[in-house]
């Protein structure tokens, strides 16, 4: 009896994580501009050029940075942090550097 309730909670634990994983990567698509590199569906481009894209996005914060999911999202995609410094965010994948600044309601995404 009590390996039933230990083995049902790890099966539930396991669902939960794998249910919080697709409702989290259902929520971004991969940019082909830079490099497969992860942006919210919810965000809207508000500005372009070739260097950088401006998005509104209301779950950015410059105290608190992007949500762990973003984050989450990111590192899963195989991009990792290599720099941080105030509200620019450095990440890199195969040689490939990806600038991402988050402020009040809005994230930057440049090369």
């Known amino acids: 009896m009590k390996y039933q309730k230990i083995i049902l909670t790890v099966v ?7 249910s919080y994983y697709f409702v989290a990567t259902s929520k ?6 830079y490099s497969d590199f992860p942006i919210p569906r919810s965000a809207k481009l508000i500005q ?3 260097h950088i894209s ?3 996005w209301s779950k950015s914060s410059d105290l608190n940075g992007i949500p762990f999911s973003y984050s989450l999202i990111i590192r899963v ?4 942090k290599v720099v941080r410094e105030g509200t620019l965010t450095i990440y890199e994948k195969d040689r490939v ?3 991402l600044s988050s402020g009040r309601d ?3 995404i440049g090369r």
């Open 97 to 99: 550097q990806i600038h």
């Open 12 to 18: 539930l634990f396991i669902f939960l994580g794998i």
């Open 54 to 56: 401006v998005y509104e």
């Open 77 to 80: 995609n195989g991009w990792e």
């Open 106 to 108: 809005e994230i930057v």
């Open 48 to 50: 372009e050029n070739e």
């Open 28 to 33: 971004y698509e991969l940019s082909g501009k």
